[in-house]
């Protein structure tokens, strides 16, 4: 399976290098060198991974991952946030208040962005795929539904 990805970073040779890579590896990339041009592109064409630079001109990543997060239909874009090395960050509130899965300092490895890539996306076609199946389904597969209110008895 091809996957779609989309990469915004407002350094060109990182756009070159990762296109590059992510391209003979197979996947189909759309690319862009800032979060406005990057939120223009998404909605024509929404990608299925969202590789994104975190300081860029016009619109930041966190801005850009804001405005996914509040879309109804982009919401659940998963995206891997680029960020120079030594900026500080909070990863694990980045992580929870902006729904990131993973934060990468550059320099990186193409070759570990790629594999990083390859094992959100399967995760993210099974858990479409899951969603998608008939509660039979995903009990014989091993994916429980999640449970329903359970009543406490008083206690006296």
């Known amino acids: 399976m091809s996957y779609r ?3 915004c970073d407002d350094e060109p040779h990182i756009v070159l290098a990762v296109s590059l890579k992510f391209s003979k590896a ?6 862009a060198s800032d979060g406005q041009a990057a939120w223009e592109s998404i909605q024509r064409q929404p990608p299925q991974l969202l590789i994104t ?5 016009r619109l930041d990543g966190l ?18 946030l680029l960020t120079a090395k030594g900026y500080e960050l909070e990863e694990d509130e980045i ?3 902006y729904g990131v899965q993973h934060v990468l300092c550059k320099p990186f490895s193409p070759r570990e962005l790629i594999a990083l890539a390859n094992t959100m996306l399967e995760a993210s076609a099974a ?4 969603e998608l199946a008939s509660p039979e389904i995903r009990q014989a597969s091993g994916v429980a539904s999640a449970p329903g209110p359970t009543a406490k008895a008083p206690r006296g």
């Open 26 to 31: 197979g996947f189909q990339v759309t690319t």
């Open 95 to 97: 992580r929870h208040e």
């Open 5 to 7: 990805i989309h990469v």
């Open 127 to 130: 858990a479409k795929h899951s």
């Open 53 to 57: 630079d975190l300081q860029m001109p």
């Open 63 to 80: 801005g850009l991952i804001k405005r996914l997060r509040a879309d109804p239909v982009l919401h659940d874009l998963p995206v891997i």
